[in-house]
């Protein structure tokens, strides 16, 4: 990135690193352009006094990902392959189940039992999103629910066919 494109990224309220998420470049209240280091809190300006060459490589300067969300997890282990019981609808228009009316009963697939749900925001990645959990998990935990729906499906579909025959 070039100073231009820093100044423009940070105007528009994204975060701008250098080197690494722990370095924020900002706009001070005087207007003036800094890099923080998040920990010991020491900054220095994005540019030279007269504005024209970069305290740094321009190529190690990024933009961090949008913000993600968040993501449910239990409140016991944390983990985030977890379920919750809900309702469903028959949709004739669209001839599927529709989820309808989530109910407050969670289970916790890693702990094999029913459990209590709490929320984080994707966006404190740092060192996971390096490992990609966060995609992992939630694709992970998509298939199960979609396997799970299905299943339910086959129940309901199975009553309702114990009854016409
Ligand atoms: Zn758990």
Redesign the pocket.
Known sequence: MNIAEIKAAVDAGLAVHWANEGYLVHKDDLGQYLITYKSGGSTIGLTDKRGEKLNGDGAEFFISRPDLGIAIH?S????ED?MRDCWATWNAELQLWEAADLQDHAW?N??EGG?KLAQRSVRDYGEAAGRGSSGVSYGALSAKAERWRAARVETVNTQSGDRSG
């Open positions: 239990c016991a282990c944390g983990s977890v916790c890693a702990c459990t």
